[in-house]
């Protein structure tokens, strides 16, 4: 039972980060005053790939830490749990 809970969190988790990545770089559309396709295809502005792609990075790095920490809590909460009821006994 528990494998189908990693699993589940899992593919949970996974689309949370891919989701806040996708909508980051929607929100990076809209305030920059020109096109991303055109300046990184058309233009071949390495530069503007590299910032484009450090940012998604941290975006990235952010989600999986904000993750881990929940993971984390909620593990350390069913130990606390399991730990109250066999005291309990």
Do not use: C, H
Not at 3 to 32: C, D, N, Q
Request: no cysteine; aromatic share 8%.
């Amino acid at each position: 039972m528990e494998i189908l809970y990693g699993m589940f969190t899992i593919i949970i988790f996974s689309l949370t980060g891919i989701a806040v990545a996708a909508g980051a770089f929607f929100i990076i559309t809209l305030f920059i005053p020109f096109s991303i396709k055109r300046g990184i295809e058309d233009d071949q502005n390495i530069s503007l790939g590299i910032v484009i792609g450090a940012i998604i990075i941290g975006i990235s790095i952010i989600t999986a830490s904000f993750v881990s920490t929940k993971i984390g809590v909620v593990k350390a909460k069913a130990a606390i749990e399991v730990d109250k009821k066999s005291s309990n006994q």
